[in-house]
């Protein structure tokens, strides 16, 4: 999967020009399986301006990541070793990140260090950061989070956002506030505090799954039968595609089964609201997973 990401903030002058000053970064990224991803961000109005050497306000920084335990967005804790190279900076820099999730929060924290700062000259540093995402409903959350150098001291970098999942796609929206000139490791760790100490905007996610656009990578997997009917008759069949169920409500007697299939080219679970049932486990493209209902009621997931 290759992920897109369009970050654009801004401010707007004083009087009598209110001209729009923009901080767009874009990433772009891709996976090799499910614990590496190698990427680059491109920031094109650097806190540093004009100097260090550099006759650009231009930031690149290409970065590797390594999920080394745990899943993103599972309960639990998940660790990322985050390695990458700044070129404006001409920095190496480096990140180790934490995650903790129950329910739908999500805790965060991480170690940074650089071994030259934006606008320095061979001087390197540290710097720590921490912040949470709440999940609200389905569709809406709200995130947080703050991160600064310790020594020496500089104005911390911070944003609050809220977050949307678009409905019938994999694309997330939110809109921001911040006072981060870029998303990388040192735009993440220094706030600007003039002209404007506050910056407004939004960031747009476009993930791109590549069995979708190209035969290279097509190569429909063999179907895969997850869970078990326990004898029962499968009552209803609900099909998972373009990230929604369809034929999301349905009516079975009590003792028979459903059976959901992945129709999408990405993994999907099966997970029943306040723990009522066990849910399923991941359920490949092409795959299908079947659970039986022994006793009345109604069971959202």
Known sequence: MVQ????????????PSHSVV??????????????????GLFATRSIVGVGNGSQSTNETELFGRWRLHGVEGQPGFAIAVTPAYNFLAKSVDGEVGVD?????????????????????SGNGAAAFAGGFNARLNQYIGVSAD???????TVTAAWSAAINVLIPGS?????????????????????????????????????????????????KSPKPVALGSAGGATVGAEVRISSVKFQGDSVTIAAGQAVRWTNADPIEHTVTFDGGTEGGSPVIPPNGSYVH??????????
């Open 4 to 15: 897109f990401n369009f970050l654009h903030r801004f401010y707007v002058t004083t009087g």
């Open 22 to 39: 923009n901080y767009p970064t874009f990433t772009l990224a891709a996976g090799l399986g499910h614990q590496v991803e190698l990427g």
């Open 100 to 120: 903790w999730t129950q329910g739908p929060l999500t805790l965060h924290g991480a170690a940074r260090a650089v071994s030259r700062r934006l606008g320095e």
């Open 146 to 152: 703050v991160g600064s150098f310790v020594s020496p």
């Open 170 to 218: 994999p694309h997330t929206f939110s809109l921001q506030a911040s006072n981060a000139h870029s998303a990388t490791i040192q735009g993440a760790s220094e706030g600007i505090s003039s002209p404007k100490n506050v910056l407004y905007g939004f960031e747009f996610t476009i993930p791109l799954h590549l069995k979708r656009f190209s035969p290279w990578f097509h």
């Open 292 to 301: 039986r209902f022994d006793k009345p009621g109604t069971y959202t997931y």
